[in-house]
């Protein structure tokens, strides 16, 4: 598989891993670390939605790691960070200042430094 593709195929991988955090946060609006309230959990319709888009990234993930080196597809998964840092903003209206802006764009950086070797 060439480059191009494995990247694409990680960050659809990472974009469905982000999502899903997206659906765990929402469904957690009340939650307390307890045995109870952990297993009922299995029962929140956000979770089980967020488990089930977590397992797609996951196929897509593991299709990235068949056909590329993991050195290469780990550092590439990062741009789950950029992901989870736009849904944040963009659905629970969280805000980015300069310093995470700065690292965002560093860890960009870093994906087309790899994504160029």
Not at 9 to 19: D, G, K, N, Q, S
Not at 34 to 43: G, I, S, T, V
């Amino acid at each position: 598989m060439d480059t191009l593709l494995i990247v694409l195929v990680t960050f659809i991988a990472a974009f469905f891993a982000a999502l899903a955090q997206y659906f765990f946060k929402g469904a957690l609006p009340r939650f307390s670390f307890n045995l109870k309230e952990m297993l009922a959990l299995f029962k929140n319709r956000g979770v089980i939605i967020g488990i089930i888009v977590y397992l797609i990234g996951l196929a897509f993930y593991l299709y990235a790691l068949k056909s590329g080196e993991l050195s290469f597809v780990y550092p590439v998964f990062s741009i789950i960070f950029v992901f989870v840092a736009l849904i944040g903003m963009i659905k629970f209206k969280e805000k980015l200042g300069m310093k995470r802006v700065l690292g965002l764009a560093l860890i960009v950086l870093g994906i087309i430094v790899i994504a160029l070797t």
